[in-house]
């Protein structure tokens, strides 16, 4: 297998036995023939939209199955390739209508498949193991390295932009435009015509519809569940009564499960990326969603095995169940992982059966206790934005000397520890603004308040980083400056997938400049599309904490 996609790959080059995510060889394999087999609908999908034929259950399909490919999403087997299979029925029945449409204007019916994509025959899973290992080479190996490392880095952006729809469909929230250029992109990764600056632009083009996806996104949550509020959130357990955790980030699925064990006695605790739904209204109005449990994803494995009570794992973030909690673990969504229980999507208006959860929960001892405390949450867009004049009168006071915006995902890497020792150096006329699951590295330590707002406000989860421009953007219009560049605004930002990636081309797409990106640079990156990033974002690297903070306080 090869794999470079995430930030803890193999010595920053690339897996090659098996994945750090625990992704197996047969599995890495699989996945990369869905991928190619996404790019020969890609395909037909762009030749589609030139003749006028269009399939929106087909547009949305691409977005839910290369979300499966993301870090952390799926594991299991066998749906890969059943998404796989559906993938070449798919791409056949689409290139049918084209030709027809083609045909019905007189117009030539070209082929635009790369001859390779053929479809092996089905109920043969190992076909497709091995298909996936002979494309793995193509779709890894360029002759032109900077082509190749520009095609990845705008695959993985795509990856984040397909989640991000698929995250904003569950809800309702649809941009037809958003799920073409998810053809488009992907089917540009084919054409050989396409030099260098080519790719940039397409990779530019995904940041300013990452930005879109983002909005798109927040609009879709805020819609259902309200504006975010400030709130504190218990870390603590409530004694003697089980419990249902939840982790990823579908808030659709935690208030559908809210709703399901309302008088149960069941109390529902948030995990990781859910963290941020205890601010939304209509979420904490429920007086038992008791709390959040446990730390970042990483951190699961531990937590999970000390919850007792069945857990629930939405969108993303799972890693290899261990034999403590296997049998409490259940799968719903896009994500998988083979012989876990699996909870199936919802009808029309409907809402997901939770209620194998809710049984199992009734039969739970409670959660041990992790720690105790609270932390506060819910400085979205709004939230600061209602209180943007005390905000500008304490940056024109100088009570507030600077932003350091650490947004961005966390990991295992002892390197990350970086983010927690910037946290603590920073003076204490910082004011941080995060969002995603980076916060986990500092969001617990007690950094004090300026003028009433905490020095950590967290805006959310990973894609609420589209608050943090908001907000940028407010505070550049107030006080006159002509660009978000001119504030007195410094990005240290951590990165672990491919959402990230989305987050970072939405950025530089803004014109953002300065980004420290770490704890590595992305391995995919070669040479030359690095000392790009450089010399046209002034991107860098992360130093010492110390060194960094003395950098950034002073405006670099």
């Given at each position: ?24 060889e ?12 996404l790019k ?5 999908a ?12 087909t547009?949305l ?19 890969i ?7 070449f029925v798919?791409r ?17 019916c ?19 193991v ?43 929230h ?6 073409a250029?998810?053809h ?24 300013e ?9 927040d ?22 009564a ?23 006695g ?47 794992m ?11 909690y ?5 799968t ?10 699996h ?42 934005l ?5 905000v ?8 507030i000397?600077?932003f ?5 995902c966390?990991?295992?890497q002892?390197?990350r ?6 946290a ?7 004011i ?11 969001n ?20 609420d ?10 505070l ?20 672990y997938?491919?959402?990230a ?7 530089l ?16 990156l ?7 990033l450089?010399?046209?974002?002034a ?8 060194e ?8 670099a």
């Open positions: 297998m090869f794999c470079y996609q995430c930030q803890e790959t193999t010595k920053n080059t690339g897996c090659l036995v098996r994945g750090t995510c625990g992704k197996d047969r599995v890495a394999h699989l996945q990369d023939y869905l991928l190619y087999a020969g609908l890609a395909a037909v762009v030749h589609g939209q030139a003749s006028g034929v269009t399939d929106p259950a547009d399909f691409m977005a839910q199955a290369l979300f499966a490919t993301l870090t952390n999403v799926n594991f299991d087997a066998e749906r390739y059943q998404l796989t299979r559906e993938t798919r056949e029945a689409l290139r049918s209508w084209v030709h027809t449409a083609r045909h019905a204007a007189g117009l030539e070209k082929n635009p498949l790369p001859a390779a994509a053929a479809q092996p025959a089905d109920g043969d899973i190992e076909a497709y091995a298909l996936g290992a002979q494309v793995s080479s193509t779709l890894n190996q360029h002759s032109d390295p900077d082509i190749q490392s520009m095609r990845e880095l705008l695959t993985y952006g795509l990856k984040g932009l397909a989640a991000y729809c698929d995250h904003a469909y569950v809800l309702d649809g941009d037809p435009n958003l799920l250029f998810v488009q992109g992907l089917a540009a990764t084919l054409n050989d015509d396409l030099g260098l600056n080519d790719l940039i632009q397409l990779s530019m083009r995904c940041g519809l990452g930005v879109q996806a983002m909005a798109l996104l609009a879709a949550n805020t819609g259902r569940f309200g504006d975010p509020e400030p709130t504190s959130v218990n870390l603590g357990v409530r004694a003697g089980p419990g249902i955790l939840v982790s990823g980030h579908d808030l659709l699925d935690l208030h559908d499960l809210l709703r399901q064990t309302e008088g149960s069941v109390l529902v605790y948030t995990h990781g990326e859910m963290l941020p739904a205890h601010a939304y209204p209509v979420l904490k109005a429920f007086p038992h969603l008791a709390g959040n449990y446990g730390g970042a994803w990483w951190d699961q494995q531990r937590d999970f095995a000390a919850f007792n009570g069945p857990i629930l939405t969108t993303n973030c799972i890693q290899t169940p261990r034999d403590s296997r049998e409490r673990i259940f719903t969504g896009m994500v998988g992982f083979s012989g876990l229980a909870i199936a999507e919802r009808a029309p208006g409907g809402q997901k059966d939770f209620s194998p959860l809710i049984e199992m929960a009734l039969e739970s001892q409670p959660p041990l206790e992790l720690e105790t405390g609270s932390i506060m949450v819910g400085f979205a867009r709004k939230a600061v209602d209180n943007a004049g005390a500008l009168e304490a940056v024109q006071s100088g009570a000397k600077r350091v915006v650490m947004a961005g966390d990991g295992r002892k390197e520890e970086y983010y927690t020792e910037v603590e150096q920073l003076p204490n006329d910082t941080i603004l995060t969002a995603g699951c980076a916060k986990y590295r500092y617990k330590l007690n950094l004090g308040s300026i003028g009433g707002f905490p020095r950590v406000l967290d805006a959310g989860q990973c894609n980083s589209y608050s943090l421009v908001v907000v940028a953007q407010a550049a219009n107030a006080v006159g400056a002509k660009h978000i560049n001119e504030l007195p605004i410094s990005y240290d930002i951590a990165w997938e491919q959402k990636v989305l987050v970072l081309l939405s950025l797409h803004l014109g953002v400049k300065g980004i420290r990106l770490g704890p590595t640079l992305p391995a995919f070669s040479p030359n599309v690095a000392a790009f450089v010399e046209n974002f991107i860098k690297g992360i130093g010492s904490a110390e960094d903070v003395a950098a950034m306080m002073a405006g």
